[in-house]
């Protein structure tokens, strides 16, 4: 006993780890015929005690059962033209376009982000568990880097658990997409994410959202090179290039340095295009890996790989 107290109080994180195990089983065999987004809110609020496990089995449905829409577009949808009266008149046209929007995805178990994150906004509405819609901007693809968006493209969800606040985004934890081909891909990073990873990744249009991330200005979020979910997972960190264009005139290779790198041979890189990834020069240094990668013929994504999992991509300028 002592030595378990012991570890108590060197780790009191482990006091507050929570095991997700249970309701993720739950949730991914008992909930797959759901009729309705309120039947689904009713069997979780039947099932699970807690608001943490209430959120968790939302997320776990989500991203087991709906399958994501791509579009290339870098718009939420393409704008419509509006008839109204009054604000009010407005607000309720908006209101009843979103619930119609809620009720097709749920259906089809066939979403953009929206689609995604309203049916999260209504089963916690449901529970009476406090949320929020998050709109804001991603990168979809190292072509946009450097680009300011001239309007949102993403939505996710922020909750409120235990009085704080935790951001969750199922879209992101379903899959993501590379060349233009969206793929299953289960990611739990996106369930209360780290607010140091969201911060690479998305950009909410609130500030008060901004706040929260510690968010940089729009500018330089949108300078930065794309990152993708398995950066974090190898925990690595870029030395240089730190912005999300390389400029190359005609002489020399791109240069790539990086920390934290624990199998160089590890790591491959393809432009645009390519049907087959390379292994690029390297040579290590006292603090760091350095990578010299052969140069494209003209404008390209770099899209940078380690362990085959795409990990960044940059946007490549030749003069």
Not at 74 to 101: A, G, Q, W
Not at 158 to 165: C, H, I, P, R, S
Not at 199 to 207: C, G, L, V
Request: hydrophobic share 40%.
């Amino acid at each position: 006993m002592k030595k378990y107290i012991l570890l108590l109080l060197l780790f009191p994180s482990l006091i507050f780890a929570q095991d997700f195990t249970i309701v993720d089983n739950v949730t991914r065999s008992a909930y797959k015929n759901v009729k309705s987004v309120m039947s689904l809110a009713e069997r979780i609020d039947y099932d699970f005690k807690t608001d943490e496990e209430k959120v968790r089995a939302i997320f776990i449905w989500l991203t087991y059962n709906m399958t994501y829409k791509y579009n290339p577009s870098t718009l939420l949808e393409s704008p419509e033209f509006l008839v109204y009266y009054t604000e009010d008149h407005l607000n309720e046209i908006i209101k009843y376009k979103k619930e119609r929007k809620m009720l097709k995805s749920f259906e089809e178990r066939l979403a953009i982000c929206e689609g995604f994150a309203l049916i999260f906004k209504r089963a916690c509405d449901l529970m009476g568990i406090k949320n929020e819609l998050v709109y804001g901007f991603t990168k979809p693809s190292g072509y946009k880097v450097g680009a300011i968006p001239k309007a949102k493209n993403h939505v996710w969800n922020a909750v409120n658990v235990n009085g704080k606040w935790m951001m969750i985004d199922a879209t992101y934890g379903t899959g993501q997409v590379f060349n233009n081909v969206w793929m299953r891909d289960f990611n739990e990073d996106f369930f209360n994410a780290k607010r140091e990873m969201l911060r690479r990744t998305h950009f909410p249009s609130d500030y008060k959202w901004r706040r929260f991330l510690n968010q940089k200005n729009l500018a330089d979020f949108c300078y930065d090179p794309i990152i993708k979910n398995a950066f974090f997972k190898h925990d690595i960190a870029v030395v240089e290039p730190k912005g999300g264009i390389i400029k190359l005139d005609k002489n020399g290779p791109i240069k790539l340095k990086i920390k934290g790198i624990k199998n160089t041979n590890s790591l491959l890189y393809a432009f645009g295009g390519d049907r087959f990834a390379k292994s690029p020069a390297t040579y290590e240094r006292t603090n760091f890996s350095e990578f010299h990668l052969q140069k494209p013929k003209e404008d390209s994504r770099l899209l940078i790989f380690l362990d085959n999992e795409l990990v960044m991509e940059y946007l490549v300028k030749v003069d």
